[in-house]
């Protein structure tokens, strides 16, 4: 459900933010992109642990620097059959909505329901 897991993102900078705290505003710039995110392959990202040395910036067409950067973070992503704790936050006629963490749902009602 939570793993720990190293990824890296693409960062473009303006030059005006260079200077003596590039590398704490390389940082400010990942979490701000990848914090509460939803990656398609890994999940939803829950947490930057740790970004690594900032590498070379690559400047690109129009004066913006890319920066690839490497960044270890905690990862939520629930597998099918798997039980995880939730909190009901609404039961209706359509059935049991609620969420754990990131994760909203639904449990919809049947025919044959008896939780109501």
């Given amino acids: 459900m939570f793993f720990t897991i190293t990824l890296t993102k693409s960062i473009l900078m ?3 933010s260079f200077g003596r705290r ?22 939803y990202i829950v947490h ?3 970004i690594h040395d900032l ?8 004066g913006l620097v890319n ?3 490497s960044y270890r973070a905690i990862i939520f992503r ?5 039980v995880i704790d939730a909190q009901v936050s609404r039961v209706d006629k359509i059935g049991i ?7 909203q749902g639904l449990i919809p009602k049947n025919d044959r329901s ?3």
């Fill in 14 to 16: 303006h030059p005006s």
């Fill in 22 to 43: 590039l590398t704490e505003e390389v940082r400010k710039a990942v979490l701000k992109e990848v914090e509460g995110t939803l990656d398609p392959y890994y999940g």
């Fill in 48 to 50: 930057v642990i740790s």
């Fill in 55 to 62: 590498p070379l910036g690559e400047v690109r067409e129009g």
């Fill in 67 to 69: 920066f690839n950067v």
């Fill in 78 to 82: 629930p597998f099918k059959n798997e």
């Fill in 97 to 103: 909505h609620f969420s754990a963490g990131p994760l």
């Fill in 114 to 116: 008896t939780f109501f």
